[in-house]
Nanobody, 119 residues
């Protein structure tokens, strides 16, 4: 199973930008879909954005127009470019994968990367 490791989080002021990376231990071409999730303190983990093997992307309403998900197949990495950040974007961010359209998200989650947006 492909393992995913998140990085790139940090502290940023509102209105700023960050780029998160999700590095895969193997080829991401074999993954049907990769998703970025986030979990704020006291809240459930929520889906933020997804990208499929053929490049189709989806975004949840709170981030649409501000976040961009992309892949670099040569580096086996999925990125989440986050612009116009808001304090409510503060959360631990995680990536996960599904190997097929009918498969669930992987049971194992990585350590995540913390994003803190100050007002």
């Amino acid at each position: 199973q492909v393992q995913l490791v998140e990085s790139g989080g940090g502290l940023v002021q509102a209105g700023g930008s960050l780029r998160l990376s999700c590095a895969a231990s193997g080829s991401i071409r074999y993954l049907y879909i990769v998703g970025w999730f986030r979990q704020a303190p006291g809240k459930q983990r929520e889906l933020v954005a997804t990208i499929t093997r053929d490049g189709t992307t989806t975004y949840e309403d709170p981030v649409r127009g501000r976040f961009t998900i992309s892949t670099d197949n040569a580096k086996n990495t999925v990125y989440l470019q986050m612009d116009s950040l808001k304090p409510e974007d503060t959360a631990a961010y995680y990536c996960n994968q599904r190997r097929a359209s009918f498969a669930p998200w992987a049971a194992d989650w990585g350590q995540g990367t913390q994003v803190t947006v100050s007002s």
